[in-house]
Each structure stands twice: as C-alpha cells, then as structure tokens.
C-alpha cells in the first residue's frame, strides 16, 4: 500500500535551516507528482511546494519562493524540503502529499518550530 512517512523535523531558531525527508513506497514513485503541504496552529493546511515525477518542473508557494527547495531522489523514492532562512511563520505541521488513483495519500507530518 502507498505509504508516505516524514522527518527531518525539529525546533530551529530564525534564521536557521532544516530538511525535512519524505521516504515513499508503495508506488511508482518516479512517476508522481508530488508536494509539500503545510499546517500551521488554527489554520488551514496550505500547498508549500511541488515537484514534477522527473524532478525537472518544480512550483512554489509565493511566501517561501528564494527560501525553500523541493527536490527528489527517484532511486532512494524520498522527497526533500530544504528550509533555509526560517521564519517564525514558518512553524507548521509539515506533510507530503501524492495524489494517484483518484486518492490523496498524506504522511503523519512532521513538526516545524521556528522560535527563539
């Protein structure tokens, strides 16, 4: 079954950098569009980044543009998210998504905290 399992996580002062993981299986993970999401305390979850099957097409939320960059590993099937320049905004429940066979899978998340 599609199994999607986040890390990388951690409390982070601002300014600070983080990468946050994503091991996938299950799939054809090659194949797959896939993207970052983001839930921060009382909100709702928001698109942060996207990254074509072959790596080459990527997109980006307005706020992280310059910050952040998605990439992927087809061999090893793992999505990255590198945070540089961490703001206190920020902080958020972090989940990457695929969306195959008319189903949204998500992973557990894993927590961001920007703070001094």
């Known amino acids: 079954q599609v199994q999607l399992v986040e890390s990388g996580g951690d409390l982070v002062q601002p300014g600070g950098s983080l990468r946050l993981s994503c091991a996938a299986s299950?799939?054809?993970?090659?194949?797959?569009?896939m993207e970052w999401f983001r839930q921060a305390p009382g909100k709702g979850r928001e698109l942060v980044a996207g990254?074509?099957?072959?790596?080459?097409?990527?997109n980006y939320e307005d706020a992280v543009k310059g910050r952040f960059t998605i990439a992927r590993d087809n061999v090893k099937k793992r999505l990255y998210l590198q945070m540089n320049s961490l703001k206190f905004e920020d902080t958020a429940l972090y989940f990457c998504?695929?969306?195959?066979?008319?189903?949204?899978?998500w992973g557990q998340g894993t927590q961001v905290t920007v703070s001094s």
């Open positions: 998504n695929t969306f195959l066979g008319g189903i949204s899978y």
């Open positions: 299950g799939f054809a993970f090659n194949v797959y569009y």
């Open positions: 990254i074509s099957g072959d790596g080459l097409t990527t």
